[in-house]
């Protein structure tokens, strides 16, 4: 396979450019690389995290973006090139045109694949199937649009890329593709219009949108070794390495699925959550590696595990696992992705960069608010969805940076890509809550949005009783082997699962409120009843009670003298 | 397939036609039969956590179906009794129904179990009028419990 070829070649110049480096520097073996590796990490988390939390907190923005800055600060063509420090040398030198050494790439790698590990398990691919008529046509919308807006600018510009399968087109047509609905969420979340018609299509439209974006990748990582090698575009073998990139993606997709409640069956054997969660994890790993294998990317195989784990109810257990390692890996990445930037080589691309973010905002608009208009939505409500899937992120950096690792984009068109995600984020939360200011976005009231989703509400005497309650009911249901997930939001919210039941506890005041599909209800309703019962029957044996004196001298003797 | 109904049915412990016409009457059958195929450790015990569970608050839900239920200290795994009554029984249900299907559970104090998904396997099946109305046509044992089970859910 050409492309391992190719890697296998890039890393022997890596370790031998980095060996004779270190041979010259200090002679110190690998001890000494390891220690500039470390040293590298430090400064790396540290910068990414104040970064990310300086972004977020003073200027309202994702906290990817703040990593990105700190990383282009502190990368090789910023301060990371400037400052020689005694006995180390240049912290952050270029290594073949590659802002960062092997070993680090390699740990960004890493944490590019738990990222989409992640993304896959949080794949709620019921909704995906629920959606999947609105969703999809947004979804694709969306992708055809700037898939080929982003691949034609490339085209159109006066540059040295002619072709529409020149790789490096192709490149900058998937890199504009991937939306990430983080930012979205977290705005839709706060303006309370998540259960909108619009808020629901935006998210459907978005896992659509993921699932479709990597197929895309699939095939263009095919097509990009085959019209890069040769000259001449040779269709029949792309439609080939197409056909081989879907299959891959179907096919291992559809057993991973079939199969994944036989595999954590199987796992939860070990009945340790760390050894199941870890045993995934590596599942991912090795997936990840066959893909790369196949002739796609790792990340394309880390996120179909994802996917396939995401609808087992171990799905859980493992995002709630793997968050610690994902807070700290994954930074690591975005920062390792702004010391990439190479200010110089954006200088002659910045008007490039310009158009293509512009083709950017525009594709998805149009993209995805055409088929919203076309289907039930007014054009407010098609305005807000395409807005909504605007912003791009971890997808599209990590594309950028398989580009450019591969060669395949140079490190102006790299640049240009992490413009481009830089402004669309930046772009969608102002333009977006503008957008939710007047009224309806459908064109009729539909019942869009009720997935037969049952919302059961008790009303207890106090707030204590009912967050005694909700710890009993938690309580019942972990006895009845239920996986229950505290969702650390403002209101005590609780997820829980079991097999194929779902449903959600949240805590309001004195309400408990549980949500939940009416396939479901009556057994979210029983437990529910048997615990008031049991209160009920606490409650009354609580006037039993003798009074304090007769309980037990020792309790109060001495107190209150 | 519900897994946990099957495993705490047995079919002997399904009567087509109960005699009873009272709920504490067929709550007293029900557990008559689960005694008379797996001796129960206590009976007193197991009739009376039943009973009580039943008088907080009557167990009748949709579709004529009650699922008088309780745990108790002497049982040691998750028993089912099924007893149908073609004219019904008053389970002192909100909607003033006659409770047509009855299924009896009884299950461990001690551990935690399969209690409440016997239960939501039951109410699930039981949902849909339709289920309810072949288990009640059913001409024999055999029927009600392979109704019960079910390959698909």
Redesign the interface.
């Known amino acids: 396979m050409p492309t391992n070829t190719v890697h296998v070649v890039t890393n022997a110049v890596h370790t031998l450019a980095g060996s004779e480096h270190l041979t010259e520097a200090s002679g110190h073996g690998i001890t000494h690389l390891m220690m500039l590796l470390i040293l590298q990490l430090g400064v790396i988390i540290i910068a990414a995290k104040v970064g990310g939390f300086l972004f977020q907190r003073f200027l309202k923005m994702p906290t990817v973006l703040g990593e990105l800055a700190s990383g282009m600060l502190i990368g090789p063509y910023a301060l990371g090139g400037m400052i020689d420090f005694p006995s180390i040398g240049i912290l952050f030198a270029e290594h073949d045109g590659l802002a960062a050494s092997a070993e680090l790439y390699g740990i960004a790698t890493l944490a590019s694949i738990i990222l989409l590990f992640l993304a896959g398990l949080e794949t709620d691919l019921s909704a995906f199937l629920r959606y999947s008529v609105v969703g999809s046509f947004v979804g694709l919308g969306g992708l055809v649009f700037s898939f080929v807006l982003g691949d034609l600018c490339a085209v159109l510009w006066p540059n040295d890329i002619h072709s529409f399968m020149d790789p490096a087109a192709l490149f900058l047509g998937v890199i504009s593709v991937a939306t990430s609905v983080g930012i979205t969420a977290r705005i839709l979340a706060e303006k309370r219009k998540m259960a909108s018609p619009e808020g629901v299509t935006i998210l459907a439209g978005a896992v659509f949108d993921d699932v479709l974006g990597i197929i895309t990748l699939a095939i263009v990582m095919g097509m990009a070794d085959v019209s890069g090698t040769g000259g001449e575009v040779n269709w029949g073998r792309i439609g080939l390495i197409a056909l081989k990139a879907i299959g891959f993606f179907v096919v291992v997709t559809a057993l991973g699925l079939l199969f994944a409640r036989r595999i954590t069956a199987a796992i939860k054997q070990f009945r340790s959550r760390e050894i199941m969660v870890a045993t995934c994890f590596g599942l991912a790993l090795l997936l990840a590696g066959l893909a790369e294998m196949a002739g796609l990317a790792m990340i394309i195989g880390a996120y179909i595990m994802g996917l396939a784990l995401s609808r087992t109810d171990l799905a859980h257990e493992i995002e709630h696992h793997l968050q610690g390692v994902y807070n700290i890996m994954v930074p690591i990445f975005f920062c390792v992705m702004g010391m990439m930037v190479d200010f110089k080589a954006m200088k002659p691309v910045l008007y490039f960069g310009a158009v293509y973010s512009m083709l950017a905002v525009i594709s998805k608009v149009v993209g995805c608010g055409l088929p919203a208009w076309l289907m039930r939505f007014n054009l407010r409500g098609s305005l807000r969805i395409g807005l909504g899937m605007l912003p791009r992120g971890e997808v599209a950096l990590i594309v950028a940076g398989l580009g450019l690792a591969r060669g395949v984009v140079d490190q102006g068109v790299f640049g240009v890509a992490i413009m481009m995600t830089v402004i669309t984020t930046m772009l969608a939360p102002p333009l977006l809550v503008k957008s939710f200011e007047r009224g309806s976005g459908v064109r009729k009231a539909l019942d869009c949005g009720s997935e037969n989703i049952e919302t059961i509400e008790l009303d207890l005497p106090s707030h204590d009783i009912t967050e005694f309650l909700m710890q009993r009911f938690i309580h019942?249901l972990q006895?009845?082997?239920f996986f229950v997930h505290n969702l650390h939001t403002e209101q005590p919210t609780y997820r829980v699962l079991k097999d194929d039941?779902a449903f959600t506890l949240v805590q309001d005041e004195s309400k408990l409120q549980i949500n939940v599909p009416s396939?479901?209800q009556?057994?979210a309703r029983?437990?529910l009843?048997?615990e008031v019962?049991a209160l009920?029957?606490l409650l009354e044996s609580t006037k039993e009670m003798k009074g304090l004196d007769q309980m037990g001298t020792d309790l109060v003797s001495g107190l209150f003298a | 397939m519900n897994r946990n109904l099957k495993d705490g049915l047995d079919p002997a412990c399904i009567s087509l036609e109960l005699t009873a016409k009272t709920r504490d009457d067929a709550i007293h059958e029900l557990i008559g039969l689960i005694h008379a195929k797996h001796r129960l450790k206590n009976l007193e015990e197991a009739t009376r956590v039943v009973m009580e569970?039943e008088q907080?608050?009557s167990t009748s839900?949709e579709n004529g179906l009650a699922v008088p239920h309780g745990k108790a200290a002497s049982v040691d795994r998750l028993l089912v009794a099924v007893g149908l009554k073609k004219k019904g029984i008053d389970f002192k249900s909100s909607d003033g129904q006659k409770s047509k299907i009855i299924i009896l559970i009884l299950s461990s104090a001690a551990t935690?179990g399969?209690?409440?998904?016997c239960?939501?396997e039951i109410?699930?099946l039981l949902?849909s009028p339709d289920n309810c109305k072949k288990i009640l046509k059913a001409k024999s044992v055999e029927t009600v419990y392979e109704l019960l089970i079910g390959s698909e859910s």
Request: charged share 25%; glycine share 0%; proline share 3%.
């Open positions: 019942a006895q009845e082997e039941i396939a479901n009556n057994v029983m437990i009843l048997e019962l009920s029957d | 569970r907080k608050m839900l935690s399969p209690h409440m998904k239960l939501a109410s699930r949902q």
